[in-house]
């Protein structure tokens, strides 16, 4: 499986981006996947995943203004973020997993990983 992470960019705060995850090897419906970021000088966060059975998941911080989503038949998914703030600025990383329990989908147990794209919102 192979991920790949495209989207990211130079915005204002406020404006929108749409982050794409293209996913080969297997179909993105039967897999967890899940965008995580990591802010200058800080920690890897999880943002948002997206399970198998189509439920949604986001991290506080995000919640009304970034949306995930999946294309089967593009087998991509997207994050849609709006409203963006400088705090938003980060590398953005897709991962997944078959087995990704819900107990831990802002934890380690994704087996695939994407490269980054780099997400630089200004004030």
């Known amino acids: 499986v192979q991920l790949q992470a495209s989207g990211g960019g130079l915005v204002q705060a406020g404006d929108s981006l749409r982050l794409s995850c293209v996913v080969s090897?297997?179909?993105?419906?039967?897999?967890?996947v899940a965008w995580f970021r990591q802010p200058p000088g800080k920690a890897r966060e999880f943002v948002s995943a997206?399970?198998?059975?189509?439920?949604?998941y986001y991290t506080e911080s995000v919640k009304g203004r970034f949306t995930i989503s999946r294309d089967s038949a593009k087998n991509t998914v997207y994050l849609q973020m709006n409203s963006l703030k400088p705090d938003d600025t980060a590398v953005f990383y897709c991962?997944?997993?078959?087995?990704?329990?819900?107990?831990?989908?802002?934890?380690?147990?994704?087996?695939?990983w994407g490269q980054g794209t780099l997400v630089t919102v200004s004030s």
């Open positions: 997206i399970r198998s059975t189509g439920h949604t």
């Open positions: 991962a997944a997993g078959a087995r990704v329990i819900l107990s831990n989908l802002a934890g380690d147990d994704y087996d695939y």
């Open positions: 090897g297997r179909p993105v419906n039967r897999l967890t």
